[in-house]
């Protein structure tokens, strides 16, 4: 078990949008995030995952073209 963070960045590295922490169970997720305000742009997403019980965290960052 664990919490995910996941936040948005723009182009010149500003966090444009923070998803509030939510617990997970192992396994795959799916997740949504509005986007609406947002122009069409190259975004970065950050997924932080920091597991309760040893507090190791992990984290990735993923390039994202949105197109409206």
Do not use: H
């Amino acid at each position: 078990a664990g919490i995910i963070e996941i936040k948005v960045f723009d182009i010149l590295g500003r966090e444009v949008v923070r998803a509030d922490p939510f617990p997970v169970e192992p396994g795959f997720r799916n997740f949504r995030i509005n986007l609406n305000r947002l122009s069409s742009s190259i975004y970065f997403t950050k997924i932080s995952y920091s597991r309760t019980r040893d507090k190791n965290k992990s984290e990735d960052i993923v390039k994202m073209t949105l197109i409206k």
